[in-house]
């Protein structure tokens, strides 16, 4: 067990890569604070895992009000008496032209994906200072290495929260508290519903999507949560300021060549 006994904050557990994350530490040894804003949902998460062996509980928060965050904090060190991991997984994807993004949807962007992380680290820090230790986990995007049309205020908030990232590991790497980022590409969550629901034509879609993605799949909750385990865990003990891409090798690909991708794909 990769993180057993470790004390785990998650955000925005109650649906996705965050569901993902929140069971699979669980399942590592993790006793995981599941941390969302619809109580119904997230305390039906926490049940769940518990169901199956695991230590969860359940904090109601919206982790862009900084009453909520700090309540969080608190409960957490109450019950269990530290905390030794944070996954700022919580965020709002967004996709609208720039010409009629409003200021009200650049603060919604920016108040969960970017300054959400900032307050719930700002809440954990004097802990990880208390403990000497401390990992936290930011679940940004391979928005981060290059950009998309149409999301300007997602793209900006995730920078930001790479630039947090950075800065952190920087500032408190001499205290061993690590700060890192996991990026992941295009996962088999809504996001991919929406995606393939909206299709004209499925065959087009699916050859568009798997001309950008060379591994020709989407990534899974499970293989996003595994790599948010390595990150946590002791075994990335020398890892703090990275982005973690995982992405099936979108961001490494400069341009598709359809004729060797097919034959790749018959070699499979
Ligand atoms: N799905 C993908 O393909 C993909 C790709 C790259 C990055 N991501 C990132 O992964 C994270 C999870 O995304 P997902 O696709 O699982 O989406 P999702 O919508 O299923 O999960 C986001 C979760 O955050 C919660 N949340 C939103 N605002 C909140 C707030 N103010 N306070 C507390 N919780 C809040 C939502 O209720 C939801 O449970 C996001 O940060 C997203 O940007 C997702």
């Not at 944070?86 to 919604?108: H, I, P, Q, S």
């Not at 403990?131 to 049309?149: D, L, R, Y």
């Amino acid at each position: 067990m990769r993180l057993k006994d470790k004390v785990a904050i998650v955000t925005g557990t109650s649906s996705g890569i965050g569901l993902g994350i929140a069971e699979v530490f669980a399942e590592e040894g993790a006793k995981v604070v599941c941390v969302a804003r619809r109580e119904k949902e997230g305390e039906a998460v926490a049940e769940s895992i518990r169901g199956k062996g695991g230590s969860a509980v359940f904090v109601t928060c919206d982790v862009s009000v900084e009453e909520q965050v700090e309540e969080l904090a608190r409960r957490t060190i109450d019950d269990f008496g530290r905390i030794d991991v944070l996954v700022n997984n919580a965020g709002v994807n967004f996709v609208k032209a720039f010409e009629e993004v409003t200021a009200e949807d650049w603060d919604r962007v920016i108040g969960v994906d970017l300054r959400g992380t900032f307050l719930c680290t700002k809440a954990c820090i004097g802990q990880f200072l208390k403990q000497g230790s401390g990992s936290v986990v930011n679940i940004a995007t391979v928005h981060t290495m290059a950009c998309m049309a149409g999301a300007a205020p997602y793209d900006a908030a995730k920078w930001g929260m790479v630039g947090l990232t950075k800065s952190l590991a920087v500032e408190y790497a001499a205290r061993d508290i690590r700060f890192n980022c996991l990026s992941p590409g295009l996962i088999d969550t809504q996001i991919w519903d929406d995606i393939r629901n909206g299709a004209e034509d499925m065959d087009t879609c699916l050859a568009h999507w798997w001309s950008n993605i060379p591994m020709g799949r989407v990534g899974t909750i499970r293989e996003i949560a595994q790599a948010a385990v390595f990150l946590a865990s002791d075994e990335a003990a020398y890892i703090t300021g990275a982005n973690l891409l995982a992405d099936g090798g979108m961001t490494s690909q400069l341009i598709s060549t359809p004729s060797y991708a097919s034959k790749a794909q018959q070699r499979k």
